[in-house]
């Protein structure tokens, strides 16, 4: 069992950063994958980056090049470092954990985080 937290949103303007963070209760963290889902009001949740428990990243095009995934095993933390914002990136952001291989799609996570809230503001 993991029970994820994220913490870090907020609002910002449009070209600038916020770095997202997700708090992992559990020793075993380190061998979890763990992901970035966004969720705007009225869409899909859709995949934004994730890296793996060796830590192996993998983004999304929208997020290539803008934002950095990144894992610090010793605090069992997740970051999401976002840069360059924009308005289509304002959504709830969603930390989640799975174990296998790595994946890039909601089902196949098992532990979800309750999310937080970014805004961009133009």
């Known amino acids: 069992q993991v029970q994820l937290v994220e913490s870090g949103g907020g609002l910002v303007q449009a070209g600038g950063s916020l770095r997202l963070s997700c708090a992992a209760s559990?020793?075993?963290?380190?061998?979890?994958?763990m992901g970035w889902f966004r969720q705007a009001p009225g869409k899909e949740r859709d995949f934004v980056s994730a890296?793996?428990?060796?830590?192996?990243?993998f983004y999304a095009d929208s997020a290539k090049g803008r934002f950095t995934i990144s894992r610090d095993n010793d605090k069992n933390t997740v970051y999401l470092q976002m840069n360059t914002l924009n308005s289509e990136d304002t959504a709830v952001y969603y930390c989640?954990?799975?174990?296998?291989?790595?994946?890039?799609?909601?089902?196949?996570?098992?532990?979800w985080g309750p999310g937080t809230q970014v805004t961009v503001s133009s």
């Open positions: 989640a954990a799975h174990r296998g291989v790595l994946g890039v799609t909601t089902r196949e996570y098992d532990y």
């Open positions: 890296i793996s428990w060796s830590g192996s990243t």
């Open positions: 559990g020793r075993t963290f380190s061998t979890y994958n």
